[in-house]
């Protein structure tokens, strides 16, 4: 089993930026793709960005192209995301996602097969 925990969400104005942490856990984690969701009130999970296991390849909705990197500590199990000139649109519950493959094909939820649970970020007009 795999544990994943967000961590660096909060409050931020229109044009400002934050970056979100997970730190994952468990016995079985290794060479594992990860992406990014997330998911607005009364919206659909959306993909976000995903990453392959040694980052070489990564994969951005166009909704954040130029905004938002997706990175990776593979020591420290650590992913990140920054996430500049952040929109109110942006606003959303992000969930950091792994999957028990080193590459991912796609960007459905159900190619993930670990979810952390969360966590708000908020963007003021």
């Known amino acids: 089993q795999v544990q994943l925990v967000e961590s660096g969400g909060g409050l931020v104005q229109a044009g400002g930026s934050l970056r979100l942490s997970c730190a994952a856990s468990?016995?079985?984690?290794?060479?594992?793709?990860v992406g990014w969701f997330r998911q607005a009130p009364g919206k659909d999970r959306e993909f976000v960005v995903g990453?392959?296991?040694?980052?070489?390849?990564?994969t951005y909705a166009d909704s954040v192209k130029g905004r938002f990197t997706i990175s990776r500590d593979n020591a420290k199990k650590m992913i990140y995301l920054q996430m500049n000139s952040l929109k109110p649109d942006d606003t959303a519950v992000y969930y950091c996602a792994a999957s028990k493959f080193s590459a991912v094909s796609g960007a459905q939820a159900s190619a993930y097969d670990y979810w952390g649970q969360g966590t708000q970020v908020t963007v003021s007009s």
């Open positions: 990453i392959s296991w040694r980052g070489v390849s990564t």
């Open positions: 468990g016995r079985t984690w290794n060479n594992n793709a």
